[in-house]
């Protein structure tokens, strides 16, 4: 962007527009109709428009003194803006055109605009000045069209009123700047059917066309050259950070990339000032993840979104729970249908007898008032309007109002956490009402998650908790009827014997009566009367019943509502079901439809499969909002490789920092570069004005959808050609695997005959040829000398130095890997493929009956069991010396499948070629990079050692200890840096080394090695009385010992004389292999040591027979007898016609005879054996035993071998062992 300076010389045309005071205009309107004395009526009439511009300004001026000197200025416009070459004046302020090219006296550009002082009285020193205005606006209509009609000038108008004159030049440089800035324009038709022909043309120059989908949007096509936001509206996601899908009817171009807008406004804003909404330095960021998770009721939603919520750390928010939480204070209890059923249907007042009220009267009406006093306060309670509309939300599902879904919605977008967590928002929008309130407020989230189930499934789901409901109330319902039948059934019992007592009573007093009317009677009447008495006494009986029976009649059973059957519920609340899924199901169909509309994604899944797979397809499905989210406005462009080089060629693009490599590859571990050129195909797309090369279509739709991924990982490494070698037995498949390795990675693949080919077909005049083709004539064997030589020679090959070369079943023999050391052919792996003799065997049987053998073979199993003794015969040297010399030999078993060993061999060749690549850059880099695997030789390796030897510097370094690396002979831990090596005692050791090597290398490393003669060295004990009479440092006691143990009495101890340790030409004794280690490591702290002036008595051996027997039975066969007592032990023996303890002392002499150590082999061979039988003998008492019974057995029952060891055991009858 163009910016101007003070000493720039610059032709412009500056308008200045002077501003009278209101006072003043007043006047000039008087003037315009009363003629003055000195100024004659002679002035033309005002247009209808300058009245009425006239008039605005008049409003718009603020009123200013009069003063001498000054022109007086007659109008202010305000803001000056450009002025369009068609346009007419249509103001009357005063303009002066001035064509200014001018400089400073500093060669600057000066524009002179003094603040105006109050302007002077009317008077006719003014006239003139009116009369130049008029005249200019008549004239500067004219000049107006001249300048912009004949030039590309367009004029500039700057207001000069009270502003200094760093303030002109500011503003004047602001527009000047702002013709050369880089504007948008709309987005029209008409650019929209050039990028069709673009497009089209594009089409036409690629030799594959890809066919789109056909359910991809045009306006988000992968052709599209949308912006840095995608298909989102950057206004947006600059003022509110919502992911806002742009509409593409109203959009804009910017920088040759197509944007879309949410609206018109936005529009302007992002015309008007484009880099402001766009990415400077970095790409965008997306916001947090927002999802929506709707379906029908039973459909999983809550089970989902809360089990997303866990696994994304974001919120979870079920939108009916919160307006319950909003509404729950006044409540008091969570209200909808899905609680009404919930609720326990009301105990009907039951009536006691009458004791019973009357007992707990003051008890019932307390309980009635309270339940009268909670319904008046439920029906009181005064709800807001916002509660109110909750509440009917809640019941009846009527719609929210606009304001009350702004305060509840619009805190889950803009404010935290939830704006910079993110959230899933179930059961929202319900209807599409709602979903077109989200689309209308600018409130979009990333996705919508529909889940689909079929009705089937939701009723699956949904009815056996309503089932267990149902039956839990209908269990309660005939539990109160049978509890109030029950209590009236002991009302009416009650009421009867109280009745009867009374009829009872009355039956006695009317019997006293008649007793007391009848007086004193003959016995004879007496008798009759008695009897008479009895008939009556039963009469009466009878009529107590009767009247109990009339005055009680059984209670008919009032018609009760039939109970509902458990099949008629389960059918009733199926088409609830039914009906609540047809409702849900139908209203979110209108919701998909609006959310389609507004251009939200959606994720559909069936929900009626198992948890587990659902949550795997959401997961998946929601990978490019979740995983690749840092990827989410990026656009990459897929193209045809010869329009790539096209681009390339042209430099319309340039290439990436990844070349030719594939940066999926990359990521995934390759390190060897792919194969490029004629029949390799490879499939290029566009990234940010870079284009990228790809191996495969998947690769390159896996960079599409998260280029951000791949482009983390560091630049590629350098080519480093592969050399590797694969060697095996006969029919082992190394011809297989080094076939599969050239063709896939473009590689030359060598054997030995083919190397000897490439001579004979590319050179047959040279020497080397003339002298091969002797041989081959006279039908001898090509010498060594001979074939390496053509090998060498075949190496030069461009293929070879370019991709590699895989060698073919050899070095075979030690005399070629001298050959090719001596040429410097080192194979940075040796991989041997190992099978056994007699798989070769197998496998050559079968390829000599392979259908696809066109011609025959020397390979029969004569042949093929020559060359494998020839390979086991030569194997084990070339094992041998690649291991100890480069160790880079790798044994692979080959027995396994070609796929196994196929994959197992690229490991291989990928490992040494990191390896090397690694090296290669860090050497480069001037850092240490570790040498492990890297083919170094030992004498190599000693030849380029550092200032340190095999000692580690870290160690020396930081705790000043010398630990000696030469015991360990692999490079595992050797590091170079600055061309020498370095070796160090461990991977931690290597790590520190590896990141900071100038802290432990000359001239920085804190501790220097001692000299070679102050260096510790360990000898045998040989050694050290050869070089008597040298001394023994402090009498060959322990110094490790002697100091760790502070010195004290007991710390003197004799030291070992195999551990000796030579150090500053004196010799010194250790107790142990730990304690002399420790000496190695820190000399200095032990060499210099003083014994005290009294020593323990030295300890002079003792010659075992001395010592008393049982001192000398425990120094010599203490352990022999123990076994042999234990042995006895545990077998318990009983040999047949001896006691016991004759038994057992027999076994005991065996045992110590069977395994002393001092007797020779063949002694204690013989005596194991007798040992063995006596074992088998006594068992014969153990075995008789367990088989004869009290009855006869005929000799066909028993056992085989019974009678053969009965004989056995009898035959032994007065017959012991030998001992000897």
């Not at 330095?281 to 089970?303: D, H, N």
Request: glycine share 4%.
């Amino acid at each position: 962007m163009p910016t101007f300076t003070k000493s720039q010389n610059i032709t412009l045309f500056v308008v200045h527009r002077h501003v009278e005071d209101d006072a003043d205009k007043e006047k000039e309107a008087e003037s315009t109709t009363e003629p003055t004395e000195s100024e004659p009526q002679t002035e033309e009439p005002k247009t209808e428009t300058e009245t009425e511009t006239a008039d605005e300004a008049k409003d718009e001026a603020p009123p200013q003194p009069e003063s001498e000197g000054q022109e007086k200025p007659e109008d202010k416009s305000g803001k000056a803006t450009p002025m369009d070459s068609s346009s007419t004046p249509t103001t009357p302020a005063t303009e002066q055109v001035e064509d200014v090219e001018a400089t400073s006296p500093d060669g600057g550009l000066s524009v002179q605009a003094e603040l105006l002082d109050p302007l002077p009285p009317d008077g006719p020193e003014l006239d003139s000045e009116r009369e130049k205005r008029k005249e200019f606006e008549r004239e500067w209509p004219a000049m107006q069209a001249m300048i912009t009609g004949s030039t590309t000038i367009e004029p500039i108008q700057v207001e000069i009123e009270k502003r200094g004159e760093e303030e002109i030049f500011d503003e004047l440089i602001t527009s000047l700047e702002e013709k050369f800035k880089y504007h948008g324009w709309e987005y029209s038709g008409m650019d929209v059917d050039e990028e069709e022909e673009d497009l089209e043309a594009s089409r036409e120059a690629e030799d594959e066309e890809e066919e789109e989908e056909e359910d991809e949007d045009p306006n988000r096509s992968k052709k599209k050259p949308l912006g840095d936001v995608n298909h989102f509206c950057p206004v947006s996601m600059y003022e509110r950070n919502v992911l806002w899908p742009g509409n593409p009817e109203c959009s804009a171009r910017y920088r040759e990339k197509v944007y879309y807008l949410a609206n018109d406004e936005a529009r302007e804003k992002f015309l008007k000032n484009s880099q402001m909404y766009l990415p400077k330095k970095e790409p965008l960021k997306s916001p947090a993840l927002r999802l929506l998770m709707l379906g029908p009721k039973g459909s999983g939603k809550s089970l989902h979104a809360r089990y997303l919520a866990n696994k994304l750390n974001i919120f979870h928010i079920d939108f009916r729970e919160r307006l319950q939480e909003m509404i729950i204070a006044k409540t008091k209890k969570k209200i909808g249908p899905e609680y009404e059923e919930d609720k326990e249907e009301p105990e009907e007042e039951e009536e006691g007898n009458d004791d019973e009220e009357g007992a707990n009267a003051e008890d019932v009406e307390p309980a009635a008032e309270d339940e009268d006093k909670k319904k008046e306060e439920e029906d009181e309670m005064e709800y807001t309007e916002e509660e109110e509309a909750i509440k009917s939300y809640l019941e009846s599902d009527d719609p929210l109002p606009d304001e009350l879904m702004t305060k509840i919605l619009t805190d889950w977008w803009n404010t935290e956490p939830f704006k910079s967590t993110g959230f899933v928002l179930e059961g929202f929008p319900r209807t599409s009402d709602e979903a077109k309130y989200l689309a209308e407020n600018g409130l979009y989230p990333d996705g919508a998650v529909l889940l689909n189930v079929e009705d089937m499934d939701v009723v699956g789901r949904l009815l056996p908790p309503k089932l267990d409901k149902w039956r839990v109330k209908r269990d309660k319902r005939l539990a109160k009827k049978n509890k109030k039948k029950e209590k009236a059934k002991k009302k009416r019992d009650a009421a009867i014997e109280k009745r009867r007592a009374e009829l009872t009573k009355e039956r006695d007093e009317r019997r006293a009566e008649r007793k007391a009317q009848k007086g004193e009677k003959d016995s004879d009447e007496e008798a009759e009367e008695g009897e008479e008495e009895e008939e009556e006494e039963v009469e009466e009986e009878e009529d107590i019943e009767a009247v109990l029976a009339e005055e009680f009649e059984e209670e008919e059973e009032e018609d009760e509502e039939e109970e509902e059957l458990e099949e008629d519920a389960v059918d009733r609340l199926k088409n609830d079901l039914a009906e609540v899924y047809d409702n849900d199901t139908n209203r979110l169909a209108d919701v998909q439809q609006t959310l389609e509309e507004a251009l939200i994604p959606r994720i559909e899944l069936e929900g009626g499969r198992k948890p587990h797979i659902v949550r795997y397809l959401l997961s998946k499905n929601l990978k490019p909002y979740v995983d690749f989210r840092h990827s989410r406005f990026e656009r990459v462009y897929a193209i045809s490789e010869k329009l790539a080089t096209k681009m390339l060629r042209v430099g319309y693009k340039q290439p990436s920092r990844f070349g030719k490599w594939d940066p999926v590859q990359m990521k995934d571990g390759e390190c060897i570069q792919p194969m490029q050129g004629p029949g390799y195909s490879t499939y290029p797309a566009i990234y940010r004005g870079h284009i990228y090369y790809f191996a495969s279509h998947d690769n390159r739709d896996m960079f599409i959808q998260d280029p951000m991924s791949y482009l983390k990982q560091p630049s590629p490494k350098p080519v480093v050609p592969i050399r590797i070698a694969v060697i095996g037995p006969p029919k082992s498949g190394k011809t297989t695997m080094a076939t599969r390795f050239a063709e896939t990675y473009g590689l030359m693949r060598l054997s030995l005959g083919e190397a000897i080919r490439q001579v004979m077909l590319n050179q047959p005049k040279s020497t080397l040829a003339m002298a091969i083709n002797s041989y081959m004539v006279r039908g001898q064997t090509i010498p060594d000398e001979l074939t390496i030589q053509a090998l060498e020679t075949t190496l030069l090959d461009m293929r070879c130095q370019t991709r590699g070369v895989v060698f073919d079943g050899f070095p075979m023999s030690k005399r070629q890997i001298d050959l090719m050391t001596q040429k410097s052919i080192i194979p940075i792996r040796i991989v041997e493929l190992e099978i056994d003799s007699k798989e070769t065997m197998v496998r050559g049987t079968k390829d000599r009956h392979s259908p696809n053998r066109a011609y025959p073979v020397h390979d029969s199993a004569q042949i093929l069991a020559i060359k494998l003794s020839n390979y086991l015969r030569e194997i084990g040297e070339v094992r041998k010396w690649y291991k100890e010399q480069h160790k880079n030999f790798v044994n692979m078993n080959g027995n396994r499948s070609k796929w196994w060993v196929w994959h197992q061999l690229l490991d291989v060749a990928r490992k040494g070629v990191s390896q090397i690549q690694l090296y290669l850059q860090r050497v480069a880099d001037g850092k240490a990079s570790s040498v492990a695997d890297m083919c170094i030789t030992p004498q190599e390796f000693e030849v380029r050692l550092g200032d340190f030897g095999q000692y580690c510097p870290v160690n020396l370094a930081n705790k000043g200890e010398l630990i000696d690396c030469s015991v360990n002979p692999t490079l595992e831990f050797a590091a170079e840096f600055r061309g020498h090596y370095y070796k160090m005692a461990g991977q931690e050791e290597l790590e520190e080394f590896l990141h900071e090597p100038e802290k432990y290398v000359p001239p920085l490393a804190p501790v220097k090695l001692p000299a070679r003669h102050l260096l510790p060295r360990q000898i045998t004990g040989v050694q050290a009385k050869a070089m008597f009479p040298k001394p023994i440092e402090i009498q060959g006691y322990c110094p490790v010992t002697y100091l760790d143990g502070k010195c004290r009495y007991e710390a003197i101890i004799q030291g070992d004389r195999e551990l000796v340790v030579l150090y500053r030409d004196n010799l010194y004794y250790f107790e142990n292999e730990k304690k002399l280690k420790k000496f190695m490591r820190l000399p200095e702290k032990y060499w210099n040591l003083t014994l005290p002036h009294k020593l323990p008595p030295k300890k002079e051996p003792i010659a075992v027979t001395n010592i008393p027997m049982l001192g000398f039975m425990e120094q010599t066969v203490a352990t022999s007898i123990n076994k042999a007592l234990t042995a006895v032990g545990s077998l318990k023996p009983k040999y047949p016609f001896l006691s016991v303890t004759r038994s057992s002392q027999i076994y005991f002499a065996y045992h110590l005879k069977a395994y002393n150590p001092k007797s020779s082999e063949y002694v204690r061979k013989k005596y194991k054996q007798k040992l063995m039988r006596f074992e088998e003998t006594c068992e014969l008492i153990k075995y008789l035993g367990n088989n004869m019974t009290v009855k006869y057995k005929d000799p066909k029952a028993r056992p085989i071998d019974f009678d053969f060891k009965l004989n056995q055991f009898m035959a032994l009858k007065g017959i012991e062992p030998t001992p000897t």
